[in-house]
């Protein structure tokens, strides 16, 4: 990944250019760690430079999320996959391109099955998720928290 965009403060220029990372992956067997390690430099990145808060659970859930949709591609899908973060407001905006137009679906909760959970615990952390065909491929996009919200905390 190389980061392609970066805001130098969190005022107006943000709203033309807000800290991104993106990257195409070339398919290797080292993608998946890739992108994961890189997602939570990025993130650490937005907390140092840019002074926003960014947990400890968000790095997690972002580290996750990439590592579940580049999985994703490299099982299902021909060709590179094309992972981009971005913050927008309080969030971070995944996506992950490649080039297969089929949609992803989770399946049906079934604890006697193995495998094939990372669609539905990638849903149930994401503040979003939509999945969208392109001209050549399809686009997932999760958007995540930065912080932790208060209101899921233990009691």
Same mark, same amino acid.
């Given at each position: ?18 800290? =991104? ?18 997602? +939570? ?10 002074? $926003? ?10 580290? $996750? ?5 580049? &999985? ?22 995944? &996506? ?11 399946? +049906?909760?079934?604890?006697? =099955? ?12 994401? =503040? ?10 399809? =686009?997932? &996009? ?14």
């Amino acid at each position: 990944m190389t980061e392609s965009d970066a805001g130098k403060d969190r005022g107006t220029e943000w709203a033309d250019r807000p800290p =991104r990372i993106a990257s195409a992956l070339c398919g290797d067997g080292d993608d998946i760690a890739r992108a994961r390690r890189l997602s +939570a430099d990025f993130l650490a990145r937005v907390r140092t430079e840019h002074g $926003l808060d960014v947990s400890h659970r968000a790095v997690d859930l972002t580290r $996750l999320v990439v590592g579940e949709l580049v &999985t994703n591609v490299r099982k299902y899908a021909p060709g590179p996959a094309s992972p981009d973060l971005r913050i927008v407001g309080d969030a971070v905006v995944i &996506t992950v391109r490649d080039r297969d137009p089929v949609l992803p679906v989770a399946r +049906a909760a079934d604890v006697g =099955r193995v495998g094939q959970h990372g669609l539905e615990i990638v849903m149930s952390v994401a =503040r979003s998720f939509e999945a969208r065909r392109e001209p050549v491929g399809k =686009r997932i &996009t999760v958007t995540l928290a930065l912080t932790d919200d208060p209101g899921d905390a233990p009691t």
